[in-house]
């Protein structure tokens, strides 16, 4: 590992030396896998952050009070340790130039991890596809990557309080902030939406109310087994 990046209070990137990787699709994920003295052994699967192209991989953590991986990636975790990978992982949650567009992301919290990746990946391949993000967190200071996606067509909603002068949006994903943000459904959009499993469930259902085809949409979702 050769460095631990905050993103958040409760989020850090983690860079790892990909010299020995096989390489990856924008979207994918790795299983990460922790071995205690006594043999006792936790796996967690995090999405991968850096696109294809980078010369290093990165996952980004979130830490859960509750978690038996994320807390030792993001509290414990210290440049020159070794961790154990499983991956790449993922053929469906993908993004690649060749499927086209236009491309319409949607994260909620966490779930803009993959998003970020197929967004560099978009840059690095000078794709000509249009490309959207609509990202939801529940204050500024949960967002991940606020900085480095102001580069990008990204309209940003607070649904739990918002700063003074905040210029962004307010209150939940719903079918109306999803066709003003997005593509109408007879441009055919190619949608990813990613985040927890009842936000991710709550979008597909508006994007399918309003028109928008299934086999268009392609979901991830994360939370409790």
């Avoid at 030396?17 to 790795?30: F, K, S, T």
């Avoid at 850096?50 to 010369?55: C, K, L, T």
């Avoid at 109408?184 to 990813?192: C, F, G, I, N, S």
Wanted: hydrophobic share 40%; net charge negative; glycine share 10%.
């Amino acid at each position: 590992m050769l460095e631990v990046v905050p993103e958040n209070a409760k989020t850090k990137s983690i860079v790892l030396d990909a010299r020995d990787w096989p390489g990856h699709l924008a979207g994918q994920h790795v299983d990460v896998r922790l071995t205690a003295e006594d043999g006792y052994q936790a796996q967690r699967s995090y999405s991968i952050a850096s696109p294809p192209e980078d010369a290093e991989l990165v996952l980004t953590v979130e830490r859960l009070d509750d978690g038996e991986v994320s807390p030792y990636l993001t509290d414990v975790l210290e440049p020159g340790d070794d961790l154990e990978l499983r991956g790449p992982i993922g053929g469906y949650f993908v993004w690649r130039d060749a499927l086209g567009g236009p491309l319409f992301l949607v994260a909620g919290g966490s779930g803009v991890v993959p998003l970020r990746a197929m967004l560099h990946h978009h840059s690095a391949t000078a794709s000509d596809v249009p490309v959207r993000l609509l990202y939801s967190a529940r204050t500024q200071g949960d967002l991940i990557y606020r900085d480095e996606l102001a580069a990008y067509e990204t309209t940003i909603t607070l649904t739990r309080e918002q700063p003074p002068a905040w210029d962004g949006r307010a209150g939940r994903v719903d079918a109306d902030l999803l066709a003003e943000i997005g593509w109408a459904p007879a441009e055919h959009p190619l949608v990813y939406v990613c985040g927890p499993t009842g936000f991710v469930e709550a979008v597909a259902d508006a994007l399918v109310t309003l028109g928008h085809s299934p086999a268009r949409i392609r979901t991830e979702r994360f939370g409790p087994t």
